[in-house]
């Protein structure tokens, strides 16, 4: 079938990528007093479920005193709200190009990407907070890579979960969801390769390299359990079409051995009949 692709389509694409530029260069030059429409909500939810308090300290974050622990721009998970509204917005406009969509999807897709990085936000802040308080130390893991690790475990997660329930709702089946999740996976590698690459920084090679593996790699074992998923209904579906083949080779055996039984017993018939 032959996509057409509508200036209506090209005009919300168009502000789609608008909107996810003005988001990111908001986030490279703004101050943390900047950046209190998603910090302050990030910090009230932390304080709930980790019982840790917090106080703003201006152009620097929400500081726990008791904990020596900041919450800063860093923890914004800006660049996750950016993945976010890419996935939802981008999913959709791919999707089925010539397909009429209403602009409401926009900051609809904006909206739930905010709730989505709020939560991402308390989870990764909550266990970072628990880790410090953790006694076990692993020698081959320095506490920054341990905080990268934890990042990106708990910010792809997120963004494959949003993309689940995503397909659930717009679709109402999953049979190709391991295919699909391609797109997360390449938003995510574009936000947190790409756009450091288009940055430069490149030019901090060891520190980027290893920034580099972690982000390739943690995303795909990640992956393993939708992998394992379509390899199973893969076999289920197999195994389902050899069984209906057998019932219906087994059946037609029968039908065949039915015809003969009835032959003979028609020439037994006439036989007794010619006797």
Excluded at 13 to 21: G, K, P, R, S
Excluded at 52 to 80: D, Q, T
Excluded at 85 to 103: C, D, I, M, Q, V
Excluded at 157 to 170: A, C, K, M, N
Aim: glycine residues 4%; proline residues 3%; charged residues 20%.
């Amino acid at each position: 079938m032959k996509l057409k692709i509508t200036w209506k389509w090209i005009a919300q694409f168009t502000v789609v990528l608008i909107c996810a530029f003005a988001l990111k260069h908001h986030y490279s030059t703004a101050s943390a007093d900047q950046l209190r429409w998603i910090l302050a909500p990030t910090t009230f939810l932390v304080e709930i479920f980790s019982g840790v308090s917090f106080e703003f300290e201006a152009n620097a974050g929400y500081l726990s005193r008791e904990r020596f622990f900041l919450i800063a721009n860093s923890c914004a998970g800006v660049n996750f709200l950016l993945a976010a509204f890419l996935l939802l917005t981008l999913g959709k406009l791919l999707r089925n190009p010539s397909e009429h969509r209403a602009w409401g999807f926009i900051p609809t897709a904006a909206a739930i990407a905010y709730l989505f990085t709020l939560a991402a936000n308390t989870a990764r802040i909550s266990v970072a907070l628990w880790l410090r308080q953790m006694p076990v130390e692993l020698g081959w893991l320095k506490p920054a890579e341990l905080h990268r690790f934890e990042g990106i475990i708990i910010y792809f997660g997120f963004l494959l979960l949003l993309f689940v329930i995503s397909e659930r709702i717009d679709r109402g089946k999953t049979s190709r969801l391991f295919e699909r999740s391609l797109i997360p996976l390449l938003i995510y590698y574009a936000v947190a390769l790409g756009i450091p690459l288009a940055n430069g920084a490149y030019h901090q090679r060891i520190d980027f390299l290893k920034h580099a593996v972690a982000v390739l790699l943690i995303p795909l074992l990640l992956m393993l359990p939708l992998a394992l998923l379509h390899l199973f209904r893969q076999f289920v579906e197999v195994r389902g079409q050899y069984t209906d083949r057998r019932k219906k080779r087994e059946l037609r055996n029968q039908n065949e051995e039915a015809i003969r039984q009835s032959d003979i017993e028609a020439v037994s018939v006439q036989d007794h009949l010619a006797i």
